[in-house]
């Protein structure tokens, strides 16, 4: 559709001048004839409009970029209790945080142990890993702690659950249950597995004789072990493993 004179009419900003005085100027100039007045006022028009924009398209070119304003530093300002105070910044998390929220890989039973056992084991699950503690290896407590809520896996049967409530004649401590070891130097001894009282809880332990065990493979305050459980025959078997500090 063809731009006509009505349409370019008006206040628009791309006509320079005062419309009327611009239309006399084009009716002297046609001599009077109104369609040449319409076409040449028309023509002016866009010409007038075309340089307009050609204007603000050239100084927009022309107009240095402007620099991004840098962030002031946040000012301290006081509450109510006259205290200044700084907005926190954003904390980065800490990487031990990251890494505890990725699920721990399954653990595996080394390979010297599992030669030790092939082919006759069964239901092989790691108990518990800890960090032996100076009550650990103390020849008076002669056992050591495996914490309920350090276990990762409940390694009891019911029945075993069971025996291990039985007490001693005296009706105060528990008899426990004679278990097969694997020590951390492969040789096969027994152990007691026990329950013991602590507080208005309990806990499990290994109990006599711990203490031949632990200087017989070394043991020491600080060393890193394994405790694993397996069945043979459906029974129980355990095994501890040293790891390397």
């Known amino acids: 559709m063809a731009t006509t004179l009505e349409d370019l009419r008006g206040d628009s900003p791309a006509i320079f001048g005062d419309f009327n005085k611009i239309k006399e100027e084009v009716i002297r100039a046609a001599g009077g004839n109104p369609n040449e007045v319409e076409r040449l006022l028309t023509k002016r028009i866009l010409m007038d409009f075309l340089q307009f924009h050609m204007k603000k398209r050239k100084q927009y070119l022309e107009k240095p970029l402007e620099k991004k304003k840098k962030r002031k530093p ?109 020590e951390p130097g492969l040789q096969v001894s027994s152990i007691f597995l026990k329950k013991w009282k602590l507080g208005s809880g309990s806990c499990i332990m290994l109990s006599k004789p711990w203490m031949d065990v632990a200087k017989r493979n070394e043991l020491k305050p600080g060393n890193n072990v394994q405790l694993w459980s397996f069945r043979v025959n459906q029974k129980l078997h355990l095994a501890l493993i040293k790891l390397p500090n």
Do not use: C
């Open 74 to 182: 946040l000012e301290l300002a006081a509450n109510n209790s006259g205290r200044k105070f700084r907005k926190p910044k954003r904390q980065r998390k800490n990487p031990t945080e990251i890494k505890l929220a990725v699920p721990d890989r399954p653990p595996y039973m080394p390979t010297e142990f599992m030669d030790k056992i092939m082919g006759q084991a069964s239901n092989i699950k790691l108990v518990i890993q800890k960090v032996l503690t100076d009550t650990d290896m103390k020849r008076s407590q002669d056992r050591l702690s495996i914490p309920t809520g350090q276990m990762r896996y409940d390694f009891l049967s019911s029945e075993e659950k069971v025996s291990l409530e039985k007490k001693e004649a005296n009706g105060i401590h528990f008899k426990g249950m004679e278990v097969p070891l694997i």
